[in-house]
C-alpha cells in the first residue's frame, strides 16, 4: 500500500516509475491546495483493488483510466467533478467493485412550503413573481449538477448511478447521496407550489409553467382536459420515504 499527502502535488512522475503490481493506492492533498490531476498514469496499475485520490487530483475523464483495473474493489474520490456516465459504465464493468464514495457534490434543502390542506392555507409559498430554475431565490444550497464538466443531464446521470450501483450491490457513500435527495426535494418543491398556485388562483397556467421550463420532473400526472379551473380542489399525499408531502389536484 502507498498513501501519499502533500500540498499542491504532482504526483505524476512518481506514478510513471511506480511498480505496476501495486494493489492499493492513496493520492492526497493538504490544506485545501490543488494539485496536478492524475489519470493515464493509472492504466499501469492492473492490480489495484483499492485507490483512493483526493479533491483536484483526479480528471473528469478518470473512469475510462480505470477499465483495467479488473480487481478494483474500492474507489474513493474527493471533491472535483468526474463523468457520472463514465462510472456508470465502471460499476458495470468491473464486477468487483463494492465501494464508491463520491464527494463531488454538495448541498442543503432550505425552506419549504407547507400546506393545511383542510384550512386551504400555506405557509413559506414563494413570492408571486418568484422565478423557477436557476433564478430561483431561496435559502437553498443546490448540488452544482449544471457545471458538472459536459454532461448535460448530470443529475440525471447521478440518480441512475444510484440505481445501477444498488442493482450491482455496490455501497455508495460521500455527497453525491445528499446532492440528490436535494435535487429531487428541489424538483418537488417546486411542483407543490405550482400546484398550491393552480389551486389559489383557479388556473393551471403554474403548473404549464414549470413543464414549460422542463421543471416538470416531480409535477403529478394530470388529465387537464377533464380538469375545471374554476372548481379544483387540493390533495396531499404523504411520501414516507422522504418524509414529506407532494400534492396534486382534482375536482
Not at 496536478?36 to 473512469?63: A, K, T
Not at 457545471?147 to 446521470?157: C, D, H, L, P, Q
Request: aromatic residues 8%; contains cysteine.
Amino acid at each position: 500500500m502507498l498513501s501519499l499527502d502533500y500540498t499542491a502535488p504532482n504526483y505524476t512522475p512518481l506514478l510513471e516509475i511506480l511498480s505496476p503490481s501495486l494493489t492499493h493506492l492513496e493520492l492526497n492533498i493538504k490544506n485545501n491546495h490543488e494539485g496536478n490531476p492524475c489519470g493515464q498514469e493509472l492504466l499501469r496499475f492492473v492490480h489495484l483493488q483499492r485507490l483512493s485520490i483526493g479533491s483536484s487530483l483526479f480528471p473528469y475523464d478518470l473512469p475510462k483510466y480505470l477499465k483495467s483495473s479488473l480487481g478494483l474493489e474500492s474507489l474513493t474520490l474527493g471533491e472535483g467533478h468526474v463523468s457520472v456516465d463514465g462510472l456508470i459504465q465502471l460499476i458495470r464493468e468491473l464486477p468487483s467493485l463494492g465501494y464508491l464514495k463520491l464527494d463531488s457534490f454538495s448541498g442543503f434543502i432550505g425552506s419549504r412550503l407547507e400546506v393545511d390542506v383542510t384550512r386551504c392555507q400555506a405557509s413559506g409559498l414563494l413570492a408571486a413573481d418568484e422565478r423557477f430554475g436557476d433564478d430561483w431565490d431561496s435559502d437553498w444550497d443546490l448540488p452544482s449538477f449544471s457545471n458538472a464538466g459536459v454532461e448535460a443531464n448530470a443529475f440525471e446521470s447521478a440518480r441512475e448511478m444510484l440505481r445501477v450501483a444498488e442493482e450491482a450491490g455496490v455501497r455508495v457513500e460521500g455527497s453525491i447521496v445528499e446532492a440528490v435527495r436535494v435535487m429531487e426535494a428541489y424538483y418537488l418543491e417546486l411542483a407543490n407550489v405550482a400546484i398550491y398556485r393552480c389551486f389559489r388562483d383557479k388556473t393551471l397556467d403554474h403548473y404549464l409553467e414549470v413543464r414549460t421550463h422542463n421543471l416538470d420532473d416531480r409535477l403529478p400526472s394530470l388529465d387537464l382536459d377533464s380538469l375545471d379551473p374554476t372548481r379544483l380542489k387540493i390533495r396531499k399525499i404523504d411520501l414516507e420515504e422522504e418524509g414529506w408531502f407532494a400534492l396534486t389536484l382534482e375536482n
